[in-house]
């Protein structure tokens, strides 16, 4: 899809309905210690990052990467440790600096509902990861209402922002009868490199992206079956926080899933496949250079559930369940020509890396009577990893530290399996229509990953292409690791109002306590260190992956308050969250990428045709840092956006918004390091990464 000036004059002057992106909504009636939010209000969300549509979330934040590449964090959380599945595919990043992370795969276009559940997560939806689950799905397929009846329907949508100039479009369309449904949607995002409040480029931070997905679905006695094909290009990605960028990133997958409703209960089955050709290297005059670094991952996988009805009016419901994930790579670095370091053989970085995961759960939920609602689970995965034999660029003197790096990782076994446990015990207590008590605790395990065990290179450039922590170190893996088990307890009390028709409530208040007791939390430990840039006055770490216990624990509080409604102003009502989270490794010293007390605060108002919003997000002062990995200490700031959409009627709907009103200038405390800013001046100390100065955001949304 070409981007015509005529479409960025129409992005500037209009703003695009949110309504499509991210209405939390959950798939099941779980008793979980569930973070979600009520329906939000339709303003325009300026981004093309999916893993940005949950920011109202309570515990929730994100750690900077490239413009559609952020990583999650829950609870102090992130990356890996969590469980992303993208209409109940799982996804791994084919890359040593997670730049096409899960949740990259799946733009905001293309999501119709999310599902976030922090901590203690049901064993059905959540294997291998320690704290908490993300889901993002597709909205529902579509069908004509009557026999002989054809639905067609579509849309547009365009966007942009001012802070780098983005400019976003995506159409789609719908073509169904009453059993058959065919529906496309394609989007295609661009930016440059976004302005500091200070007025200074954050260099290399502009990306392209293209997505496309095709959806056909029949239905019909008490079945389904949905099959979703698709395709990702994105032909650059800059990572102002990484020592390298993205030149390259073409995925493929298919998605089959079938639903069937039986006197029994419910069948569940999910097959998928994906397909990725990532490249890392240098595409812009802002950070030059010339090192090429490919990988090639493939993941495949398979679910199978049934959901049997236990008693009277299924007041329980029994979940016996057996899934599948099996991931490829390939890592390997191709020579440069010319150069005596980089050459002159392929550097092979991870050689036929293999994990494949095989779990069996079982778990049951019982309405013990009008108040009470228990769940309890156990899961059983076997975890199974391997890879090849290895070897450096060339066996000179310049690459004699990994020659001998390789030579000691080839000599050992590379095979490991684990066999993990995990369980779930959560119970509900509705004591009247005002109140209810969630509580729980759960035991969670995950495997190291690919790049965890199986990175061998000792040498400083080497190990510097193994960070997705953005902090400017660099690391190499331990085939020795052990996997990290999670036990938490965590507990929810929510006061609120009755739910409407619509399934919104006119007030609420909850509080959730966490506390998680890791054993061999994957950590790193230093082994040397070195100056990035061959700059004196910047310092970085060698860090080697070692497992030590560690704990985290923090308060999430979510709330809305009515304030006034009115035939003059419509409804007018208090809305936000407030967190804080802190983790400790148990042998002393903090986790990295731990989030500051923070608030986010906004008054809502909705009158008419009109949805308006007012926002403050306070963050303090971060000065709980990872010395280990030479963790900035981060300013405490305060940002003001605005936000207002306008419906003219069913089909369209104008928006625009400011971000960062005042133009605050700011350290973002989960950005890690400006390595892009210190490549182009190659003086001073490594600095935080800024975050984003102000911005105009517009768009139009329109369907027909």
């Known amino acids: 899809m070409k981007i015509t000036p005529c479409a960025c004059a129409v992005a500037l002057a209009f703003s695009a309905s949110g309504s499509v992106l991210a209405e939390s909504q959950e798939a099941e009636r779980l008793p979980t210690i569930t973070v979600r939010s009520d329906k939000p209000v339709e303003t325009i969300r300026s981004t093309s990052d999916s893993a940005l549509l949950l920011t109202e979330q309570p515990g929730y934040a994100t750690a900077a990467g490239g413009g559609v590449s952020a990583l999650p964090v829950l609870n102090g959380f992130a990356a890996d440790r969590l469980k992303i599945r993208l209409d109940g595919m799982e996804v791994t990043a084919a890359c040593g600096n997670q730049m096409n992370a899960p949740m990259s795969y799946m733009p905001p276009s293309q999501v119709g509902y999310t599902r976030v559940i922090a901590g203690i997560t049901p064993v059905s939806i959540g ?27 579509g849309g547009f949508s365009v966007s942009a922002r001012s802070v780098n ?33 200070n007025g200074e480029k954050v260099l290399s931070s ?61 069948l569940y089955a999910k097959l998928y496949w994906q397909r990725t050709e990532h490249e890392m290297g240098f595409f812009t005059a802002e950070r030059t250079g010339t090192m090429p670094m490919d990988t090639r991952g493939r993941d495949m996988g398979y679910t199978v559930r049934g959901d049997i009805n236990l008693g009277q009016d299924a007041a329980g419901v029994l979940r016996l369940g057996n899934e599948y994930h099996s ?20 550097y092979i970085n991870i050689n036929d890396g293999t994990r494949d995961r095989f779990a069996l759960f079982a778990e049951w939920e019982q309405k013990l009577d009008a108040r009470w609602t228990t769940l309890l689970g156990v899961r059983d995965e076997w975890v199974k990893t391997d890879a090849g034999n290895v070897q450096s660029y060339g066996t000179g003197m310049m690459n004699m530290t990994d020659s001998a790096a390789a030579a000691a990782f080839n000599g050992r076994d590379h095979a490991k399996t684990d066999n993990n446990i995990d369980l779930t015990a959560l119970a509900r207590f509705e004591a009247d229509a005002g109140k209810s008590f969630e509580f729980g605790y759960a035991r969670k395990t995950r495997s190291p990953n690919l790049y965890e065990r199986y990175t061998w290179g000792r040498g400083t450039m080497a190990m510097t292409m193994t960070n997705w922590f953005g902090d400017g170190n660099g690391y190499v893996g331990n085939i020795d690791l052990k996997p990290e088990v999670a036990n938490t307890i965590s507990g929810t009390a929510d006061w609120h109002s009755e739910e409407s028709d619509s399934g919104e409530r006119r007030w609420f208040f909850k509080v959730t306590p966490y506390f998680s007791y890791v054993q061999n939390y994957i950590d790193a430990d ?25 704990r985290l624990y923090g308060i999430n509080a979510s709330w809305k308050w009515p304030l006034l409604r009115s035939s003059g102003l419509g409804d007018i009502a208090f809305t936000g969250k407030a967190g804080i989270t802190r983790g400790q490794r148990v042998d002393g010293g903090n986790l990295y990428h731990m989030m500051p007390f923070n608030v986010l605060g906004a008054l809502e108002q909705k009158w008419g045709p009109w949805s308006n919003r007012a926002e403050l997000n306070y963050v303090a002062r971060k000065t709980l840092v990872d010395a280990n990995r030479l963790e900035p200490v981060t300013a405490s700031y305060t940002v003001v956006n605005l936000k207002s959409s306008y419906r003219f009627n069913q089909s369209i709907t104008v928006s625009a918004g400011v971000s960062n009103l005042f133009n605050r200038n700011y350290a973002d405390p989960l950005g890690g390091a400006y390595l892009s800013g210190l490549a182009s001046t190659k003086t001073g100390s490594l600095q935080a990464l800024p975050g984003y100065g102000r911005s105009l955001d517009v768009g139009l949304n329109v369907s027909f």
């Open 127 to 153: 294997g291998d990861s320690i704290g908490g689950t993300i889901e993002l799905s597709s909205p529902v397929p579509q069908f004509a209402d009557e026999p002989g009846k054809l639905l067609s329907k």
């Open 327 to 346: 991931f490829r790579l390939n890592d390997y670095w191709p020579p440069v020509a010319g150069s005596m370091m980089m050459g002159p053989r392929t």
């Open 206 to 266: 502009l990306y392209e992206s293209n997505n496309h997905a095709l959806t056909m679905a029949a239905r019909g006695d008490g079945q389904q079956i949905v099959l979703k094909v698709g395709q990702q290009y994105i032909p650059y990605q800059g990572f102002p926080n990484e020592y390298m960028d993205m030149t390259g990133n073409r995925s493929t997958f298919a998605n089959l899933g079938y639903d069937r409703r039986f006197d029994w209960g419910k």
């Open 165 to 197: 100039s983005e400019v976003s479009a995506s159409v789609n369309a719908t073509v169904a009868s009453q059993n058959l449904s065919v529906g496309y949607v394609g989007s295609k995002s661009r930016a440059e490199s976004y302005t500091a409040g």
């Open 526 to 550: 230093v082994i040397g260190s070195f100056h990035p840039y061959n700059v004196s006055a910047a310092t970085g770490a060698l860090l080697q992956f070692a497992n030590h216990d560690a």
